[in-house]
């Protein structure tokens, strides 16, 4: 996957109010795709490292006394942020990774009784350590489900590794991409435009399609929730195509990187290969 996918695929995760999922090794440039999404659509990024004594309350925030004031105060945790990149997501323990699910999915946290709504639009990049690696936890179903896509950022090319060497100042590949709304209010009103762009009958049965086979290769059971965000990110790909109507190609363009990780049955490279092939051998309207 070149440097200008990955940007351009987290861009429409974001857009799409889906979280993205990253598996790859350090140093591979997650931390620099954060920051450059953030400063390019202007708003805020936190960064939280995850490890196998980190908290709940370490993610959420926590009440504390406050003797000058005499009174319960509410200390923000990192998650009270628009941009938060998770970094190794599964070296923490599962109770901690649940703290995220709520967040998630509604953006809002509930701390002894009481909901925070959390600033919108609300992404969560969170990056996890290959299986093979020591003291990782496998992430819960539920958590995976939430997560729109899947990306590695190594997937890179000779000519793409020369590119980043010989030039020290080089662009951001956000740069390159048109359509990118800035600010907050920008961007909401763009993801609900973005949910207002057509797609025709025929293309939704391709869709349809699609997963239905996924489901039977892969043997899967892919819920509506699913179903939702593989709409949802396929009209998001058109608004940044300069469309307002999906194509198929928008639909495949993102159906491998909305699966690769709800198969941990599969090796990624199998999953991958048995998507392909669902695609090269499904008629396109």
């Known amino acids: 996957m070149k440097i200008l996918d990955t940007h351009f695929l987290a861009l429409a995760c974001l857009l799409s109010k889906g979280h993205l999922l990253i598996e790859d090794v350090p140093g591979t440039g997650k931390t620099l795709l954060a920051k450059n999404l953030a400063q390019k659509l202007g708003i805020k990024t936190t960064r939280l490292q995850c490890t196998n004594d980190l908290l709940p309350s370490d993610i959420l925030g926590y009440n504390f006394y406050d003797q000058e004031k005499k009174k319960m105060i509410f200390k923000k945790g990192p998650i009270f942020s628009q941009v938060l990149l998770a970094d190794e997501l599964n070296r ?105 762009i057509h797609m025709h009958t025929d293309v939704l049965e391709y869709q349809l399609t699609l997963v239905e086979k996924a489901e039977e290769a892969l043997e899967v059971n892919l819920a509506i929730r699913y179903r939702k965000q593989l709409y949802r990110l396929s009209q998001s790909i058109a608004y940044l195509s300069g469309r307002d109507f999906v194509t198929p190609d928008d639909i495949q363009t993102v159906f491998t990187p909305s699966l690769r990780h709800r198969c941990k049955h599969l090796s990624d490279s199998e999953t991958i290969h048995l998507l392909e092939k669902i695609i090269k051998t499904t008629k396109a309207p």
Do not use: C, W
């Open 92 to 196: 923490a323990p599962s109770k901690t990774q649940s703290a995220l699910l709520e967040a998630m999915e509604e953006s809002q946290v509930s701390i002894e009784g009481e909901t925070y709504q959390l600033e919108k639009p609300f992404f969560v990049i969170a990056t996890q350590n290959p299986r093979e690696h020591v003291g990782v936890f496998d992430l819960p179903e539920s958590q995976i489900d939430r997560f729109y896509l899947s990306l590695k950022m190594n997937e890179l090319s000779r000519k793409d590794y020369k590119t980043i060497l010989t030039q020290d100042n080089q662009a951001s590949p956000l740069e390159l991409i048109k359509n990118i709304p800035k600010g907050s209010s920008n961007i909401i009103k763009i993801q609900s435009l973005i949910e207002k």
